[in-house]
């Protein structure tokens, strides 16, 4: 089978207030990638502050700080082809607004400060992220027998 990778995602706050975790967690499943860790998290202060290192200094911060703490999100382990490439494709541009038609940020979001989704944007922040949420034995390398209709051999 084709080589497979991990990419960490949250489902946000403006996602889980909507009732919009099972919609998205379909796209997931019917785009042929498969959850291999889930759970609903409280992200608190410090786990803000790792999770967005690269921004704490933006002026944006205070209120994405607000915002990602404001209500639970649902982390997600995902796996597959070019999984990191494909979720970014999935999500869509940062900015719903000018994210392409039939992006998740396109479907269900209009401002950049709530847009829904978040996803790692490469394989190093991919592991680093996924260690944030997930301890290894949280993470399930579950045979999935779909598979051979999805990744060819
Ligand atoms: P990404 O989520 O598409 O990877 P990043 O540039 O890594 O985008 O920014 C992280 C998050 O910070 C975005 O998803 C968005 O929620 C928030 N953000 C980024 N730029 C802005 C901004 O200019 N105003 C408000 N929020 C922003
Ligand atoms: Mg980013």
Redesign the pocket.
């Known amino acids: 089978m084709a080589a497979q990778s991990r990419t960490l995602i949250l489902l946000k706050p403006d996602a889980v207030q909507r009732g919009l975790i099972g919609t998205i967690i379909s796209l997931i499943e019917q785009r042929g990638l498969k959850i291999v860790g889930l759970k609903l998290i409280q992200i608190d202060d410090a786990l803000a502050r790792r999770h967005?290192a690269a921004?704490v200094d933006k002026p944006?911060f205070p209120?994405?700080h607000k915002f990602i703490t404001s209500s639970p999100v649902v982390a997600l382990a995902v796996q597959g082809v070019n999984a990191v490439e494909v979720m970014r494709q999935i999500a869509g541009a940062?900015d719903p607004s000018k994210a392409a038609p039939g992006t998740i940020r396109a479907n269900f979001g209009l401002s950049?400060?709530m847009?829904i989704i978040?996803g790692s944007?490469s394989a190093e922040s991919a592991a680093q992220e996924l260690a944030l949420y997930f301890r290894p034995n949280e993470i399930i390398d579950w045979q999935r027998d779909a598979d051979a209709w999805i990744i060819e051999t």
């Open positions: 967005y921004h944006f209120g994405l940062t950049i400060g847009n978040h944007d």
